[in-house]
């Protein structure tokens, strides 16, 4: 039983860890689809970037869909470009953390 | 509005004896449900439902020992007194062991009283120098416990094992992420076990309540290691009461009855000063202190003193209705089927489980089952499985 439960506890890890990396983001394409998302949810995003807001450390990219998107790693200038984001949504602050940029 | 305050309150009680008596339906989903509630409904007031809110916890605090003792279903907070518990059940004695628990509790009262001062000037100002050395606090604290195993490498892989676990957990899309994380990890994995372990029936002696005896000299060994410890440990996150009951008892020896005193104090002292630290510190402690901050975004020095009433009415009327449910439960726990009673208990934990989380949710219940099996079955502590809060916080205060 012991051996039993720490394989259980070792896949269940594993399977976590595989949905981290692999699970296939789900697309949003306005601020109504924002009230089904739950924290942490994987998203992808595409729309053109009608406002950039540049800070210390981070810059906020505002869509023409009015998503807003939290960047740390992005070099600006976005504005006007269309962009399609990978991002995981902060339930807290009611925004997109990008992951990945295009 | 006084008459709408104690009826809040009665409510309150009522349901922190519920959510303490059904193993799996926690405070904090009461509270979040109406934290939502008060959101769509005007006529509740918010000191109505911060009043509600406080009564409630505190009694869960008071109510929830009944179940471990008696049914070996305990939640993060409570698991530590299923051990010397089970001894005092199995003498027949489980009755005592929760009136021990009980007096724990009520002396918290006292406790709560005379550090809420000491939270409301003081703490403000050293709070800042220690908020930086959190991650190296919390560090510290989990190196000590492993260190203290006498079987350090299986510890080490469970304290990993539950950290990983816990780090997927908060960032991954899991609806109400702690439910089914901490069930598994302290609840289901102790009934399955005792699941399937041999049936004992023992006859529960109901002690007169002035005969289940705490001396001066053990209510002192007992308190002062639990000041010293759970005010510390209360306004440091990722620490439950089972870190400050562990250092508290293990820097102060103690015996069953004092241990089950100090489990029982830590609860509800935890729980008291996180309303204190919300008003000092304007920082959520506990999913109870968190619903309050989401109702009322600022605490008032009054809003703090009806609180403070609250706890106090609550803690001693939770008093009185913990011995008599524990009588009830002494008189009938030899006359029911343990098994059934255990196997009804898991239907109930997994059907909540179902209806709260998501399919995540049940990969992460059935995970955190097996991983809290694997460590009770491998004879290591299940402090350790803490570590599924306190990784997840150390990355946060060093990323």
Redesign the interface.
């Known amino acids: 039983?012991?051996r039993?439960?720490?394989?259980?506890?070792?896949?269940?890890?594993f399977?976590?860890?595989f949905?981290?990396f692999f699970s296939v983001p789900l697309e949003i394409s306005d601020q109504k689809q924002i009230k089904y998302?739950?924290?942490?949810?994987?998203v992808l995003i595409k729309g053109k970037v009608v406002r950039e807001n540049v800070y210390e450390d981070r810059i906020i990219l505002t869509l023409n869909n009015n998503l807003s998107l939290s960047c740390e790693f992005c070099i600006p200038p976005y504005k006007n470009n269309n962009i399609t984001a990978i991002a995981i949504?902060d339930n807290f602050y009611k925004n997109f953390e990008i992951k990945e940029l295009k | 509005m006084i008459l709408e305050l104690i009826l809040v309150f009665l409510l309150g009680i009522l349901s922190g004896t519920f959510t303490g008596l059904a193993p799996g339906i926690h405070i904090n989903l009461i509270a979040a449900i109406l934290v939502s509630l008060v959101s769509k409904f005007s006529f509740i007031s918010p000191l109505s439902a911060v009043t509600f809110i406080v009564a409630m916890s505190i009694t869960h605090t008071f109510i929830d020992f009944i179940p471990s003792i008696y049914l070996g279903a305990p939640e993060e907070g409570t698991f530590l007194s299923i051990l010397p518990g089970h001894e005092l059940f199995l003498e027949g004695k489980a009755h005592s062991a929760v009136v021990y628990t009980l007096y724990g509790c009520l002396s918290a009262l006292l406790v709560i009283l005379i550090f809420t001062p000491i939270y409301i000037y003081i703490l403000p100002v050293i709070y800042e120098s220690i908020n930086n050395i959190v991650p190296f606090l919390l560090i510290f604290i989990s190196c000590y416990i492993l260190l203290r195993e006498e079987k350090i490498f299986l510890s080490f892989c469970v304290f990993a094992l539950a950290g990983a676990l816990g780090f997927l957990v908060f960032n991954n899309p899991v609806k109400d992420p702690l439910l089914p994380l901490l069930s598994g990890l302290f609840g289901l994995s102790n009934l399955f076990i005792s699941l399937n372990s041999n049936e004992i029936k023992v006859k529960q002696k109901i002690e007169n309540f002035k005969k289940i005896k705490f001396s001066l000299k053990e209510f002192f060994k007992s308190i002062i290691p639990v000041s010293i410890f759970t005010p510390l440990f209360s306004f440091l996150p990722g620490l439950s009461s089972s870190h400050s009951a562990t250092f508290a008892s293990e820097l102060f020896p103690q015996e069953r009855k004092g241990f089950l005193f100090t489990v029982g104090a830590v609860n509800t002292i935890m729980m008291g000063l996180s309303f204190v630290a919300l008003y000092s510190l304007g920082k959520t402690r506990s999913g109870s202190s968190a619903a309050i901050h989401d109702i009322m975004n600022t605490l008032t020095l009054h809003n703090l003193f009806i609180i403070l009433i609250v706890i106090i009415i609550s803690g001693i009327l939770s008093f009185y209705i913990g011995i008599n449910i524990s009588r009830v439960f002494a008189k009938i726990v030899s006359k029911i089927s343990y098994k059934k009673v255990t196997l009804l208990v898991i239907i109930i934990l997994f059907i909540i489980n179902c209806i709260f989380t998501n399919s995540l949710g049940i990969l992460v219940l059935i995970t955190s089952t097996a991983l809290g099996m694997f460590t009770i079955l491998s004879d290591t502590r299940r402090i350790n499985l803490m570590a599924c809060l306190i990784i997840p916080v150390i990355f946060y205060y060093l990323y």
Request: with cysteine; aromatic share 12%.
């Open positions: 039983m012991r039993l439960s720490f394989l259980i506890a070792i896949i269940g890890i399977s976590l860890c949905y981290t998302l739950l924290d942490n949810q994987k949504y």
